[in-house]
């Protein structure tokens, strides 16, 4: 297999990066953490739990019984596992990504092991194809906007039949698989995983910042790249991130191989207060601006489905089509474009509003640095984030609030055939709600609220920092953009009230 030539990082645009914007708290000081790091079997050891769970999730899903608030695959899965992987995305960002046994089990058919290092991998490692990857996460929105439309027509996270679930997730499986065995490292978990953008977007929110370079000098004089090309401590960054220029945690998957390589042992993992990787890139990518408003026009849809006016809608549009059931995918696909263009026509808006200031940058003329469009959408889509992170959340907090405790009799009777493991099968836990109803929609609407001061917080420094240069009319912009913010919150929360703490 041709080795190809890493391409030295220029050192050109670094220095605005490096210090102001650096989480300052090194976790990897610690010497019994460091030890663990630099541990082959880390990664394997939060992974394998997650793996035989998993795997178990499919097999009560295959041969369990048809009851799906009773099946281990589907309590587990719904009730419990989609929550927790959100909590994880807004405390930690890629956390879940260190543990995943999707992508896990993939890898270690990929490598040939569970976590001992090897030269030769099962896979014919192939470049992702370059005219692919220009859309950046924006595969990932696509392949995570299909998946849940399968999961809203078969009901499965209803949760409806444990077949079906089971299926998903060997559906899952079966696609990384498949991804790691034709193309080199972890390009599914780049490119095609469901909840990758979704995880990268939201997990911006969250305090790890992932793994970064300690010495900024030390990095850019490095001449060996271990962190990038491997070393026989540890493979090449499965995520093509090099730690010297990281930004954010979108594509840190704290899998720790920077770390082990590091011959200078110029890698730590840091963390950093909320909400440092919306604010702290100088730069920012159009494909994650546009992946945070299309997974906000899904959440949206996932919301407006429950009103009172969708089945109606539906239906009619069935009626129309010939389509056979829900969601109907006009209006699937209709509703999420139509949030997505809501967001972006109001960018448009500040941005004709604001005027566009003439900025000298050659000393000779004067040249307009706000003439596209996606220099206005880009940042201020950023800002939006807190809001979509907390909607996915407070989404999810119906079923657990309800149902979360029936993992308890799950677990004595997993395939729901009558079976008493452990004497809890026939709990009172199976009907008890963690909250009443008003409960749920009292935390639905807290976790919006505190979305909207977070994205208010995002979208007031992003606007000081990298906006004020752009328009001739400052004070104008700044309430326009925070003022969309409020709508945005306020929408949300009013959303969740009028669905009165559905499922």
């Avoid at 405390?91 to 896990?104: D, E, K």
């Avoid at 058919?109 to 014919?124: A, C, M, N």
């Avoid at 720790?256 to 840091?270: I, M, R, T």
């Avoid at 977070?454 to 400052?474: E, K």
Wanted: net charge positive; glycine share 8%.
């Amino acid at each position: 297999m041709a080795v190809r030539k890493l391409r030295e990082p220029s050192r050109d645009g670094m220095e605005e990066h490096f210090a102001p914007s650096d989480p300052k708290i090194d976790l990897a000081r610690n010497p019994l953490l460091a030890k663990m790091l630099r541990s082959r079997p880390f990664q394997f050891l939060f992974i394998l739990p997650n793996q035989l769970i998993f795997w178990f999730v499919i097999v009560a899903g295959l041969f369990g019984a048809a009851v799906p608030t009773r099946n281990f695959a589907t309590v587990i899965t719904w009730y419990i596992w989609f929550c927790v992987v959100f909590l994880l995305m807004v405390g930690v960002g890629r956390g879940w990504c260190l543990m995943c046994p999707f992508g896990g089990f993939a890898e270690w058919v990929q490598r040939r092991s569970f976590f001992q290092r090897h030269k030769i991998s099962l896979t014919l490692g192939l470049k992702w194809p370059k005219s692919w990857s220009k859309v950046g996460i924006l595969s990932s929105v696509g392949v995570f906007i299909v998946l849940t439309w399968f999961e809203e027509f078969y009901n499965i996270a209803g949760p409806g039949k444990p077949l079906f679930t089971s299926l998903l997730v060997f559906g899952v499986i079966g696609l990384a698989l498949i991804t790691f065995l034709t193309f080199e490292r972890r390009t599914f978990c780049r490119y095609l995983c469901p909840l990758t953008a979704l995880i990268g977007t939201v997990g911006s929110t969250g305090m790890v910042a992932g793994f970064r370079t300690r010495d900024r000098d030390v990095c850019l004089s490095c001449e060996t790249k271990d962190c990038m090309r491997g070393s026989e401590n540890g493979y090449p960054c499965p995520w093509y991130e090099w730690p010297g220029s990281a930004t954010s945690n979108l594509t840190c998957g704290l899998c720790s191989e920077c770390f082990k390589n590091c011959p200078k042992d110029n890698v730590g993992l840091f963390v950093q207060r909320p909400l440092t990787s919306l604010v702290a890139p100088t730069s920012r990518r159009s494909d994650v601006a546009w992946a945070i408003l299309c997974l906000f026009g899904l959440v949206l849809f996932q919301q407006l489905n429950a009103l009172p006016f969708y089945v109606p809608l539906d239906n009619w549009l069935n009626n129309i089509t010939g389509f056979p059931g829900y969601p109907n995918p006009v209006d699937y696909l209709g509703i999420i474009a139509l949030g997505t263009a809501v967001c972006a026509g109001f960018y448009a808006l500040v941005r004709w509003a604001g005027g566009i200031r003439l900025v000298d940058t050659s000393g000779s003329r004067k040249t307009h640095l706000a003439h596209t469009f996606s220099a206005w959408v880009t940042p201020l889509a950023y800002g939006l984030t807190p809001i979509v992170a907390a909607d996915y959340l407070a989404r999810q907090l119906p079923r657990f609030w309800d149902h979360a405790l029936r993992i308890i009799p799950a677990i004595s009777d997993p395939f729901a055939v009558g079976w008493n493991l452990f004497g809890t099968a026939h709990s009172n836990l199976y009907n008890v709600h963690l909250l009443p109803t008003s409960g749920v929609i009292l935390s639905q609407v807290l976790l919006a609220v505190i979305g909207g001061v977070g994205a208010l917080y995002v979208t007031h420094r992003i606007l000081n920092r990298d906006m004020r240069h752009l328009t001739a009319r400052p004070v104008l912009v700044n309430v326009l953009a925070l003022g969309f913010v409020v709508v945005a919150t306020a929408s949300v929360a009013a959303l969740y009230v009028a669905m009165g703490g559905i499922q």
